[in-house]
């Protein structure tokens, strides 16, 4: 490694983070890089002791910042995390999320060799009792969630968008940073605008964050319905980016829920679809829990349910107004000028 490393912004969104947010924040001070570092923590209005153990960071540490975020809401959290950094290179990391050793060495090694304008790679779900193990188990199985790659691994190369990010700022600040509109899937429509602009999106497995899913069902539930959500406004908003994995979820929950209307008014016979969807999951989560201790494993079915029905009940009862409202403040993509270069 060189002597010395491009200097890097690391920027954090937080709402509600007590649990994760200083072992997050010590992944990154931690992190074996040689460049100059800075954390600038975006705080939301949380109800919890996020903000006393952001101040607490501040005082440990000069490398760490923090900036207001009245909104709560993810994407006017980056832009203000991004406003308030200076360094060339920008690392997107979550409150939850444990960057591994390497990263962003290994990050910045990748924006050089690709001439990429954001680099991302794998979403490392790892739990810490019984139900978040199950819950990991089913974010990294392809029978929860296809075949994307920041869930379940792949080879390197080209990417439609990857998980956080580590971005030339200059590609940010040529976008004019992340579309507040998008509460959700915000990279996705980020990283839609750089591809349009000619610039490169890369995964590379080389490149890990350990996640922490969610502690409840009902949680969980939330997550994902609000995944399907603004999967259907994406959808609405670039019509290309549908495939059969998104369509799979509502395609799922229209198929149980005719079943079970049939099976109570016509014949008992339509149960057999719900009893083959609980059949499937149940042997998929077979090879998914290997490993696990038996209490894990018997709750696999369960975040598999809860992941697909939930999905697609939010891509169903996606308002179509929400998804006017987005396409009304859509951006255009920014090319570089390169007049004058």
Known sequence: MPAQQPAVSVIMPVLNEEHYLRDSVRHIL??????????????????????????????????VHTVANPTGRTPAALNAAIKASRHPI????????????????????????????????????????????AVAAAMTSRIGVGNAPFHTGGGAGPAETVYLGVFRR???????????????????????????????????????????PRRSVRALAKQYKDYGRWRHVVARYHAGSINLRYL????????????????????????????????????????????????ARAQIPVALATMHVCWGFGFLTSPRALAKRVIASRRPAVRRDTSQV
């Open 30 to 63: 931690e992190q074996e890089y040689a460049g100059e570092m800075e954390v600038v923590i975006a705080l939301g209005p949380s109800s919890d002791r996020t903000d006393e153990i952001a101040a607490e960071l501040v005082r440990e540490d000069a490398r």
């Open 90 to 133: 920008v690392v997107r990391v979550d409150g939850h999320g444990m960057l591994s050793p390497n990263y962003i060495a290994t990050a910045v090694r990748l924006l050089d060799e690709t001439g990429a304008q954001n680099v991302g790679g794998i979403m490392h779900a790892e739990g810490e009792n019984a139900w978040e193990e």
């Open 170 to 212: 200059e590609a940010l600040e040529q976008q004019g940073g992340y579309n507040v509109e998008f509460i959700r899937a915000q990279d996705w429509e980020l990283n839609f605008r750089i591809r349009e602009a000619g610039g490169l999106i890369w995964f590379s497995p080389e490149l890990k964050v350990q996640y922490r």
């Open 248 to 295: 799979a979820p509502p395609t799922l929950v229209c198929a149980l829920t005719a079943a079970v209307v049939a099976g109570a008014a016509l014949t008992p016979w339509a149960f057999a679809v719900p009893a083959g969807y609980l059949a499937a999951i149940t042997a998929g989560s077979v090879p998914a829990g290997r490993g696990l201790p038996l209490k």
